[in-house]
């Protein structure tokens, strides 16, 4: 039995020399009574902390019953409980929607709206009448992709020729050319860079228009060159020898 203020202790100086079985009985009792204390503290923490404890922010809480949602202890709504921001919901039900909660059927979310996508289409976050079955959004429009062609945000009615976009601007692809951002009449021309060429005329070395030297005409970097004449040495035309 532990009692405060306990020094007593076995007389004879023999028992120490000798660790008699009295001196070990004595230092257990002693050693029992200075740990007690801790132990007990700590078996009760033990004991108390359930063994699904979790942390959210600086709050314990028991993960089987409750969840954490962006710090704040919430209780489980059902088996898959999910958070929408610091509120806890049951995805079968809702939906969350840019942090806010909505009604869930046959909709999905639209910005922090919900829209249904038979009937509407989402753009950029906003709920948009369809206009056909395969409607695409240009921006925060709705078109009709065989009706209208987008470009760079830029809606192009098609009218039955426009089918290719340069930069924010349709052409039709079959009579023209986009070439550096530009629209170009074709007239058998392509392009060099950003620039056009005429190749019965000229050749395009590494996007520069430079003019033929012969039926046989070859680049050297950005140079052209006849190499029945010259030679490419290192990007650089030489002579021949």
């Known amino acids: 039995m532990c009692r405060r203020g306990f020094t007593s202790s076995p007389s004879s100086p023999a028992l120490w020399s000798s660790f008699t079985p009295a001196a070990a009985a004595w230092m257990y009792r002693r050693l029992s009574c200075l740990l007690l204390p801790a132990v007990m503290i700590l078996t009760f923490t033990l004991v108390m902390q359930p063994a699904t404890a979790a942390t959210c922010g600086s709050t314990t809480y028991d993960a089987t019953r409750n969840v954490c949602c962006s710090g704040v202890v919430r209780p489980k709504i059902g088996s898959s409980t999910q958070c929408c921001g610091t509120v806890a919901y049951d995805p079968t039900q809702k939906l969350c929607c840019s942090g806010v909660l909505q009604s869930k059927g046959s909709n999905l979310c639209c ?3 919900t829209y249904i996508p038979f009937f509407e289409v989402c753009c950029s976050g906003f709920r948009r009448h369809r206009i056909g079955f395969h409607d695409k959004c240009c921006g925060t429009v709705a078109y009709a992709m065989d009706l209208s062609i987008c470009c760079n945000g830029q809606l192009w009615r098609r009218g039955g020729i426009l089918d290719a976009c340069c930069g924010y601007y349709a052409y039709d692809s079959d009579t023209e050319i986009c070439c550096g951002g530009q629209i170009w009449a074709k ?3 392509q392009c060099c860079g950003n620039d056009i060429y005429y190749p019965t005329w000229d050749v395009c070395c590494s996007g520069s228009v430079q003019s ?8 050297c970097g950005t140079v052209s060159y006849d190499p029945k004449q010259k030679a490419c040495c290192n990007g ?3 002579s021949k020898c």
């Open 187 to 189: 007239l058998d021309r």
């Open 111 to 113: 910005g922090t709206g």
């Open 236 to 238: 650089v035309v030489k």
């Open 212 to 219: 033929k030297r012969g039926s046989s005409t070859q680049c």
